[in-house]
């Protein structure tokens, strides 16, 4: 490859899942390294597919411009499997094996919390594609930030848009297995408080084998129903959980977080996920979408031959883009530069919305999308900027 060529390296044998890859021979020059973990497998599969491909098409229009300090940019995909154990070691082989400069991943918390701290120790500037947990940053280290906004935020923009549609009395139900919905509840508690809301019942419900009966039947036995439920899932029990509560004879609205931003809401849901309504960090539609959304939907369309780009498509890709910027912005590959150019990052153009981060603060203040399923389709409805967010 000549000068200023890159390459996406799909380590074990996932190039046909991710579009039929080749790892092509190595560049005249050392490249910059960017190392990544998504789950391409197991049950996470349906959100860090999509993530992985936007990095990927971020890194081939990188590439395609000159790439990075004009140097080649390479890459470097591995399987989380959906298990955090597994984000662990890909993160040591990332730092142990590939050398990388960088590195960025995940769309859900726990495995941000497995291999974060071993990114951290190594000195690598990590970016977070899609874990939500503001919290993150401080539990981590310096050396992470956050692409998305936080759960406190989209649990107060979620709250806030529902009391002004459908009332003020809430029900709060959220998944005890995984700390992503456990954070997303507790922010929607608070939020559900400081907009001057009611609580009227809250439930938990198993992470791998969610059974709502008794929530059902508590929700059923009140003597006036809320005027919504909260529900806090995750991408791969969402459509099961919203199908219980719906069979159970509960017809009052759901809103939830953007564990609800997956295809599965819909296939596994069926009839049951109409009118769901859930916080999520784009507004993906073809038509509606800004005019960066347009432009990357097309260009994943192009690029990926199926499927609808998603909002964690697109988290991946700002991803990808950010940390070509910061490594350029910081002018060499020097970990301490890097991390210094990413947290003086102010207006950088995503396609999710403008990130920037605030002295000592890593997680971007960022306007919220909502979106309502209609007609069985993922339909934009608002775009909103919470009243009031929860500290973290």
Known sequence: MGRGAGSVVVVAGLAVALGG????????????RIGAGFALSGKDRSIGEPAARGAMLAIEEISAAGGVLGLPVELIVRDSTSDPAVAAENARQAVTEDAVDLYLGFTDTDPVLTAGPILQEAGIPFLVVGAT?????ATVGDRLFLVPFGDNTQAAAGVEYA??????TAALLWDEGAQYPIDLARY?????????????????????????AEAVARLRALETPPDFLYVAAMPYNVGTVLRQLRDGGL????VGGDGYDTPELVTEGGDAAEGAIYTTHALMDPVSGSEPVRRFIAAYAARHGEGTATSFAALGHD?????????EAAGSTDPEAIVAALEATTGFPGITGTIGYAPGVHVPEKSVAIVEIVDGV???????????????
């Open 319 to 327: 991803a990808a883009s950010l940390a070509a910027a910061a490594i």
């Open 188 to 212: 929607a508690r608070s939020a559900l408080a400081a907009a001057g809301g009611s609580l009227v019942l809250e439930a938990t419900f198993a992470d791998r084998d969610p059974d709502l």
């Open 163 to 168: 009391i002004d549609r459908f009332g003020t």
């Open 133 to 137: 947990s503001p919290l993150l940053p």
């Open 251 to 254: 017809a009052m609205p759901v």
């Open 21 to 32: 890859l080749v790892i092509p021979a190595g560049a005249a020059q050392e490249p910059v």
């Open 378 to 392: 993922p339909t934009p409805v608002a775009e909103v900027t919470p009243r009031s967010v929860p500290a973290p």
